[in-house]
């Protein structure tokens, strides 16, 4: 069965980074799309970005992070990287990777198997 772990979490700066990290388990990591979602306290989960196990599409994000965060495969590891840059206060919260056999999902119940997520902390 597909099992996820994120790791890589932790507390940065306001205008640092962060990488984080996802190692699928049970399956080939590259025959799936990957994604990540992320919920701050009292929110719902929102959707951050993906990458498409279809070699031709590029990855999508929110607009809130374009151009700052950008995902990426390591598949000799297994594993989906989020690169997250000038990070700020609304980028806070718990960060879910998130795999789906659908080339791109629509919706959050599109991505059927989920990690237990990550805590991302932004000080000022």
């Known amino acids: 069965q597909v099992q996820l772990e994120e790791s890589g979490g932790g507390t940065v700066q306001a205008g640092g980074s962060l990488r984080l990290s996802c190692t699928m388990s049970?399956?080939?990591?590259?025959?799936?799309?990957m994604g990540w979602f992320r919920q701050s306290p009292g929110k719902e989960r929102d959707f951050v970005g993906d990458?498409?196990?279809?070699?031709?599409?590029?990855?999508r994000y929110a607009d809130s992070v374009r151009g700052r965060f950008f995902i990426s495969r390591d598949n000799a590891k297994n594993t989906v990287v989020l690169q997250m840059n000038s990070l700020n206060a609304e980028d806070a919260g718990i960060y879910y990777c998130?795999?789906?056999?659908?080339?791109?999902?629509?919706?959050?119940?599109?991505?059927?198997?989920w990690g237990q997520g990550t805590q991302v902390t932004v000080s000022s």
């Open positions: 998130v795999a789906s056999e659908v080339m791109e999902p629509e919706s959050r119940s599109g991505y059927p198997y």
């Open positions: 049970g399956r080939t990591l590259d025959d799936y799309t």
């Open positions: 990458i498409s196990w279809y070699r031709h599409s590029r990855p």
